[in-house]
């Protein structure tokens, strides 16, 4: 029925046909959409395309600038999220952040956007950096003694850091049971959100359904039980902790603190940390997983990061002080994020109001998906796009260079980290989590392509990703071996004297 409100003079974005009812339903390829979502966009020669889904619109946009456009410039408009019966409603009980409507009545996104601005913004980040250098270090040690654990190391890392930072708790093994409850949770949103997994999702009318026509009600109520008395439990802890004063400075802390002026209540106060946990740790270990691929894929890039870091001091480890002398890091990093994005697809954002762009009709209610690895594919912006290339952030005649050296390239507001109102408020955590630990590692080790039986070297593929929403690189073989005996024993000092003065300890 919205073409019978389309305004005069308007049109509707290019795109595939649609089947009567179902629209581009089962067009849409189950893991990985992205990439049909990209062809696309080329093939309808269109920076904004349009699907149907059971009658609701999606819009899919394939170029930076448009999402800002729409999703920061009228961002009154372009913040909400979609309705999802399933994850949002069923399984979070509508008290998960992330998948908050814009407004809501009760202010619940607003109120808790505010508590977590107030805790990751650019200035109270710096106080971390004790937290992210300890972790770090302790990263480099397990990565030395066993490369092949790869990716625990850095899970445990990206874990670790906001472990502390949002419950005041460390991580050893993370093994122990309240994390492996918490990575659960984890597990089970991002299955629960992803695209298709429940048809409630699309067709939100089997809502109506009775109990016993619709099971899906009861086993995502009872995970949402199971979810629900972990962040709670994690927030009553700290509450008692405070009665006799042994609470750790913490998120959960902080909002116990002040929660008569955040106007949260105790449920809403402890998802939104619990949030901020499982946002910030799954995200991390995914692009370093990326950044791991494209330093075994290209080694002379992972020489340069050495160089660069071999010039600011050969006698201590990196820290968050040399980000300025930085460049090429921070260019790698970036670039690995342009190359493979953590979030491909991007979290979609919900237009709430008629609107009109460039003469396309956005309809009330459509869904806007800012689909990053088409953004990070336009030639205009990227030259040559499929190539891992940092020199697009490092030389001038590039259409992504800027000055001055010592502050770009940076991670500041970029893309993939999303748009506008919504952008990831943990953004300024997340650039410094991967500066340090690429740093570090560059570094710390030498990496080697692994070699089969016949002693050939193994070429990681390019890209065979994880399904899901977040996507990493399945596990690929690579070999790192610590630089000098030297450095091993800096690297030792160094977490001997972390462990001494950890504040959790
Ligand atoms: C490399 C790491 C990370 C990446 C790539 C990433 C990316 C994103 C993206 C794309 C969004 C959606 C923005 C939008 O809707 O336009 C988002 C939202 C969010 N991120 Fe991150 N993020 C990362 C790390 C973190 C960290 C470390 C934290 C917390 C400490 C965090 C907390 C959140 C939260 C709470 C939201 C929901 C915001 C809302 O809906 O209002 N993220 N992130």
Redesign the pocket.
Known sequence: DSERQRPKGTKYPPGPSRKPLIGNLLDIPPTHSWLQFKKWSDQYKTKILRLTMAGQEHYIISSERVANDL?RERGAIYSS?PVAPASAELLSNNLR????PYNDRSDT?RN??KF?HSV?NAKVASQYHATQELESTRMIVGLIREPRRYEHWLELY?AAV?FR??FGKRIETGEEEVVRRIMKVNHTLERVASPGAYLVDTFPILMKLPKFLAPFKKELQELHREEHSLFRGLLEDVRERMKNDSAPNCWERDFLEQQQSLDLTNDEGAY?VG???E???G??A??MMSFMLAMVLHPAWFRMLQAEVDQISEERLPTLDDVPQMPTVRAAVKET?RWH???SG????VCTKDDIYEGFFIPAGTVVH?V?WAMHRDPELYPDPETYNPQRWLDPSYPTYKEPLTEHPNLHNYS????????????N???R??YLLAARIAWSVDLMKAKDETGKEITPPYYTYTAGFNSQPKRFPFDAKVRSASRQAIIDAEMQRHAENDPLK
Do not use: K
């Open positions: 999703l999220r952040p992330v998948l908050l996104w808790g956007r977590m990751a990206s906001v930072l949002a939104v949030t901020l946990f946002a910030g740790s995200t991390t995914a692009a994020l994005p953590v979030t991007g979290l979609p954002h800012p990053q993939t980290f999303g748009f506008g109102r919504r952008i990831c408020p943990g953004q955590i997340a650039e989590n991967l």
